[in-house]
Structures are given as C-alpha cells and as structure tokens.
C-alpha cells in the first residue's frame, strides 16, 4: 500500500484526514476519532535498519494499536514487527510497502476499534 493510498483508506472509511502535530516535521502523520481526538493511528518515514535490516532504505511505517487477542498472529512475514517508538505490548508498526492490503485494512479496523473508547451512558 503507498502512503497515499493510506490516508485515503483513512478518510473514506472514517472520515479522518491526517493531523500533523510535531513542529517542523510534515511526514509524521496522526490519525484521531473525530470525538475524543484519541489516536487510532501513526505513520512515520523509518529506515529499515530499525528493525534489524542492513538497509537505510526509508520507508512508510504505520503504527496501530491491536488488541491483546490478535497478538502474536501476524509477523515478519506479513510485514508486521514490534512497534517503532511505541510501547511494544499494546501497538505494532506495519511496513506499508510489505504488508498486503488486505491485512493493513484489517489491522487498521482492529486499531480504530481497540482505540474508540467506550460509550457513557446517559443518566435519567
């Protein structure tokens, strides 16, 4: 999946456009819920040899938050590694040129529903 093909995903299934919250730094893009502004999604320009390549080949990174039941499910092979400056046992990063497209979309519904937050009910 290219970058942009991404950020379409994004606003054609949820209506969010991408947010970019660090100064001087137009690349990494934020993906929030429209309500609680929480993040559901983060997508960084990374050198391959942050996660163990010898390669300085930059690359699009996604990171996205799993639930804990789909852990351990997806790997390397899939294009998916231990998050990139997150914590490592909530979010993962998924290589965007790697990945299918297929499992990007699932795993990004899986980050957007694992991030949604709950619903307070009204009180009478």
């Known amino acids: 999946m290219t970058r942009q093909a991404f950020l379409d995903y ?8 991408a947010d970019y919250p660090f100064d ?24 391959r040899r942050k996660f163990g390549f010898d390669c300085d080949e930059i690359i699009d990174v996604v990171n996205l938050k799993l639930p804990s039941e789909l852990f351990g499910s997806f790997g390397a092979a899939d294009g998916v590694y ?3 400056h ?18 990007i979309d699932l795993l990004v519904n899986a980050s957007y529903e694992a991030t949604r937050g709950k619903m307070r009910q009204k009180t009478v």
Request: with cysteine; net charge negative; aromatic share 16%.
């Open 82 to 84: 231990p998050a990139y």
């Open 10 to 17: 994004c606003f054609d299934t949820y209506g969010t456009e």
């Open 86 to 103: 997150m914590n490592k046992v909530h979010w993962i990063s998924v290589m965007l040129s790697d990945a299918e497209d297929d499992l």
């Open 24 to 47: 001087r730094d137009f690349e990494t893009a934020v993906f929030r819920h429209a309500g609680s502004r929480k993040w559901y999604a983060i997508m960084m320009r990374v050198s």
